[in-house]
């Protein structure tokens, strides 16, 4: 296993080294912002390197979402028989080109990354230290004391009795948690059209991501090094304002984002919309956006005729 993983093993430990060069002058070489430094501009590079995976996964749910109704139209047909109903569904995805498990792609393309900078981080933690990948052991032995508001990057929640470590790896475990909640309900409030709540397969997915994904970080974060905390805080962050940016800027039609961007689109150009784009409007039921700047036309009376 450590041979199939070396490549990425010098891979992470190369762009950790060179950002860490980058920034020592600044820091000190010792610092652990220095170290810390270094991780944040691998979560950089490895999520630009990313982009297409995510774009494909925005795709794919989008593709998804419109195929809902004929994923029910199959559920109700086939309600008896989970083998049909399976099938079908099968069928369904491959006419589209869809893949219901693209929405995992970005996490599982950083699984090996993630994997491979815990054992990288993890050498550095154990003692006496051991080196992966280009590191060397005056490397490791540096990173090893290196310490950021008092508490060694290599150090985890379970493995050591220092104060220090035990708030912020409690800070980074609470954080990377709370990012991966509101980043979820981010998705399911304004990133997704409203849904027949009743024995819809995404919609479930989507609530089952939202709780069990934050208790995996915090039950699995006290193992974790607080550099891989570092990791995994950054890359929640960064996933948070690249789906806020593409729900602000693009979002999926007929979400609460897309009938709000509409709204605010009609509202510049002086249109009105109809009252079935305006589900979010707090107007009255059969009214129109109130245009603000438009002046009002008269309402022409009836004269009366003259005998």
Same mark, same amino acid.
């Given at each position: 296993?450590?041979?199939?993983?070396?490549?990425?093993?010098?891979?992470?430990?190369?762009?950790?080294?060179?950002?860490?060069?980058?920034?020592?002058?600044?820091?000190?070489?010792?610092?652990?912002?220095?170290?810390?430094?270094?991780?944040?501009?691998?979560?950089?590079?490895?999520?630009?390197?990313?982009?297409?995976?995510?774009?494909?996964?925005?795709?794919?749910?989008?593709?998804?979402?419109?195929?809902?109704?004929?994923?029910?139209?199959?559920?109700?047909?086939?309600?008896?028989?989970?083998?049909?109903?399976?099938?079908?569904?099968?069928?369904?995805?491959?006419?589209?080109?869809?893949?219901? @498990?693209?929405?995992?792609?970005?996490? %599982?393309?950083?699984? $090996?990354?993630? *994997? +491979?900078?815990?054992? !990288?981080?993890?050498? =550095?933690?154990?003692?006496?230290?051991?080196?992966?990948?280009?590191?060397?052991?005056?490397?490791?032995?540096?990173?090893?004391?290196?310490?950021?508001?008092?508490?060694?990057?290599?150090?985890?929640?379970?493995?050591?009795?220092?104060?220090?470590?035990?708030?912020?790896?409690?800070?980074?475990?609470?954080?990377?948690?709370?990012?991966?909640?509101?980043?979820?309900?981010?998705?399911?409030?304004?990133?997704?059209?409203?849904?027949?709540?009743?024995?819809?397969?995404? @919609?479930?997915?989507?609530?089952?991501? %939202?709780?069990?994904? $934050?208790?995996? *970080? +915090?039950?699995?974060? !006290?193992?974790?090094? =607080?550099?891989?905390?570092?990791?995994?805080?950054?890359?929640?962050?960064?996933?948070?304002?690249?789906?806020?940016?593409?729900?602000?800027?693009?979002?999926?039609?007929?979400?609460?984002?897309?009938?709000?961007?509409?709204?605010?689109?009609?509202?510049?150009?002086?249109?009105?919309?109809?009252?079935?784009?305006?589900?979010?409007?707090?107007?009255?039921?059969?009214?129109?956006?109130?245009?603000?700047?438009?002046?009002?036309?008269?309402?022409?009376?009836?004269?009366?005729?003259?005998?």
């Amino acid at each position: 296993m450590s041979n199939i993983l070396n490549p990425l093993y010098i891979a992470v430990s190369w762009v950790i080294i060179m950002i860490h060069k980058l920034v020592s002058p600044i820091f000190s070489p010792d610092s652990g912002v220095s170290w810390a430094l270094s991780i944040i501009g691998l979560v950089i590079i490895i999520r630009i390197l990313l982009i297409p995976l995510f774009v494909k996964q925005i795709k794919s749910q989008r593709a998804l979402t419109a195929l809902q109704p004929h994923l029910k139209a199959i559920q109700s047909k086939h309600k008896d028989d989970r083998q049909k109903q399976s099938e079908e569904m099968m069928k369904l995805y491959k006419e589209h080109k869809t893949n219901p @498990l693209a929405s995992c792609f970005p996490i %599982l393309a950083q699984a $090996p990354i993630f *994997f +491979a900078l815990f054992t !990288v981080l993890n050498g =550095i933690g154990k003692k006496p230290p051991r080196a992966h990948g280009v590191l060397t052991i005056a490397d490791v032995n540096n990173a090893a004391h290196a310490t950021i508001f008092g508490a060694p990057i290599s150090a985890t929640f379970l493995g050591s009795t220092n104060g220090s470590v035990k708030i912020v790896t409690v800070f980074l475990i609470a954080f990377m948690s709370i990012t991966t909640f509101t980043t979820q309900r981010q998705l399911m409030v304004k990133g997704m059209p409203k849904m027949d709540s009743s024995n819809n397969m995404m @919609l479930q997915q989507q609530k089952i991501m %939202l709780y069990a994904f $934050p208790l995996i *970080f +915090a039950v699995s974060g !006290v193992n974790f090094p =607080i550099g891989v905390l570092i990791y995994w805080s950054t890359t929640n962050l960064w996933t948070w304002g690249q789906q806020f940016y593409v729900i602000k800027r693009n979002p999926t039609p007929g979400s609460p984002a897309y009938l709000e961007l509409q709204a605010k689109r009609a509202r510049k150009s002086g249109i009105e919309l109809p009252v079935e784009n305006q589900e979010e409007s707090p107007q009255t039921p059969g009214s129109t956006l109130e245009i603000k700047g438009q002046r009002q036309q008269p309402v022409k009376k009836k004269r009366p005729k003259k005998k």
